[in-house]
C-alpha cells in the first residue's frame, strides 16, 4: 500500500511550489503588491505639491487681475523699472 500512493508526495511538493512560486513572484504577487503601493505612496505625494503649486499660481493671477500693484511690483523686482518722476539710487559695497 505504501508504494502505490508514493507518487502522491511528489505531485503534492510540486504544487505547492507552483502555488508558492505565483504568490511570491508572479503576476500579483507579494512583491508587486508592495511596488505598486510604493508608487501609489510617491505619486499622491507629487499631486500634493502639483496641487499647492496651482493654488499658489491662481492665487496670483487672482492678484493680477485685480489691480495694477502686483504689476508693479514685478515690474520693480523682476524688470528693475522705476515709475517716472522716481530716482533710483543703487548701493554698492
Given at each position: 500500500m505504501l508504494k502505490s500512493h508514493?507518487?502522491?508526495f511528489?505531485?503534492?511538493i510540486l504544487l505547492l511550489v507552483g502555488l508558492?512560486?505565483?504568490l511570491?513572484?508572479?503576476e500579483g504577487s507579494l512583491a508587486q503588491v508592495v511596488d505598486l503601493t510604493q508608487q501609489i505612496s510617491e505619486q499622491q505625494d507629487e499631486n500634493e505639491r502639483l496641487l499647492e503649486r496651482n493654488r499658489l499660481l491662481e492665487a496670483e493671477v487672482m492678484e493680477l487681475k485685480q489691480g495694477m500693484e502686483t504689476v508693479e511690483e514685478r515690474a520693480r523686482h523682476e524688470l528693475g523699472?522705476?515709475?517716472q518722476g522716481e530716482t533710483l539710487y543703487?548701493?554698492?559695497e
Open positions: 508514493f507518487w502522491l511528489p505531485a503534492l508558492q512560486f505565483r511570491w513572484v508572479g523699472m522705476v515709475k543703487q548701493m554698492t
